[in-house]
Structures are given as C-alpha cells and as structure tokens.
C-alpha cells in the first residue's frame, strides 16, 4: 500500500536558519503530493502541493519538488521565523481505488528560537 | 466563505458510553473525510462520504460509523469508548474528494476515561 517516510524531529533551528525536512514515499503510479502544518491547538493547514513529476509547490516562503526518480517531496525554507514553529506532515493521494483518502507521514515537529 | 467547522471542540466521556462528533463542510463541498489522530498511530483515515453515501472506510471497527446528511453536513460516532479512542478527530471537507484539496477543519478532542 502507499507509505509516507518523513524524517524524525524535534527540529530545532534558530530564527533565519535554512530548514529541510525529508520526506521520501511509497505509492505506485503518480500520486499527489502535500505537504500540511498544524500550529498548536489548531487543525491541519494545507502548505503547498504537487501534482506531477517536477512540479514545484511553493507557499510563505516554503518550497518543494515532486522528485519521481528519488520518490522525494523533501520540504525547505530558506529563512525560517518564529511563527513557523508547527508541525508538519508530508502526504499523499494516490492514484486510482485510493485517490480518496490522505496517507501522512508522523510528522516533523519544528520549534524556531529566536 | 466560512472554514470547516467542527463541535464540540472538546469532549470528555467514560469508558462505555457512546459519542458523535459533527462536521459542517465548506460550502459547496460534497466531500467529508474523517482522520483520527493520535501521538502513536499518527493521522489515521476513517471514512469519506459523498453525497450522503459513504464512499471509503479505513481500517477501523464497526464500533466507528458516520453518516452525511443532504446538506452534507457529517456526522461521525463511536460506540462503545475504549480508553485508545482517546484522540483529535479531524474531519476534512473537499469539492468531490479523490486527489482534490482537503480543508480540515480544528477538530474535536475526544478523552476517554
């Protein structure tokens, strides 16, 4: 079945480091790509999104490549904040019978020090 | 245009008894899923329903039902509470499902005693 492998917080950065956090997937033919952040107490926000093989999503700052060929969707932001500080899940749609639902990753939990 | 919402926000029930949580879509969404999440299992699907038939289910047990009204406001409920029922339940609403975007809504807290 499709499987999302994101890689293990805590993160912590300091205010304008550069942020990457990986996430490789396994699904069989081209799923949608997702990346979503949850801020304390709140639901999930969709981030940025890709929908084909090379399309970039992109959003407040965040970027992320669909990678076919690495089966990657790594997140990255060049200068991070302090309100940045959320956890984020990478996801996925896939293709034909399970196009309906989300698969998620465990999530990254990411805290910004000023 | 107004967001999902979701109520109660928090709920506190025992061991035994039974809940139902509620969902309004974003108007014009046809589409309501609902994710449970917990810190172990992580975000976990439920079930989708699409004008008022359920479309999906996950891998949950029948203790776990929904259904979706014409309005397509959603309701989920859960018979019987165990204590690892214990979770945010977020429900998601999109325009027809599949591959389209999903909005979720701030969830509903569950604690079971």
């Known amino acids: 079945g499709n499987s999302v492998t994101q890689m293990e917080g805590p993160v912590t950065l300091s205010e304008e480091a550069f942020l990457t956090i990986n996430c490789t997937y396994t699904?069989?033919?081209?799923?949608?790509l997702f990346w979503y952040v949850q801020y304390p107490g709140e639901g999930l926000q969709l981030l940025l999104k890709a929908t084909k093989a090379d399309d970039k999503g992109s959003n407040k700052g965040f970027e992320a490549t669909y990678r076919k060929e690495t089966t990657s969707f790594h997140l990255e932001k060049g200068s991070v904040q302090v309100s940045d500080s959320a956890v984020y899940f990478c996801a996925l749609t896939g293709t034909g019978g399970s196009n309906y639902k989300l698969t998620f990753g465990k999530g990254t939990l990411l805290t910004v020090n000023p | 245009k107004a967001g999902v919402t979701q109520t109660p926000r928090y709920l506190i029930k025992t061991r035994g008894q039974q809940v139902t949580l509620s969902c309004s879509p974003i108007s014009g969404h046809r589409s309501v899923s609902w994710y449970q999440q917990t810190p172990g299992q992580g975000l976990q699907f439920l079930f989708e329903y699409f004008s008022e038939t359920q479309r999906n289910k996950g891998n949950f047990p029948g203790r776990f039902s929904g259904r979706q009204f014409s309005n397509s406001r959603s309701e989920m409920n859960v018979s019987t509470l165990e204590l690892g029922d214990s979770a945010l339940y977020l429900c998601?609403?999109?325009?027809?499902?599949?591959?389209?975007?999903?909005?979720f809504g701030p969830g509903t807290r569950l604690t079971v005693l």
């Open positions: 699904a069989t033919g081209y799923p949608s």
């Open positions: 998601a609403s999109s325009l027809a499902g599949g591959p389209n975007e999903q909005f």
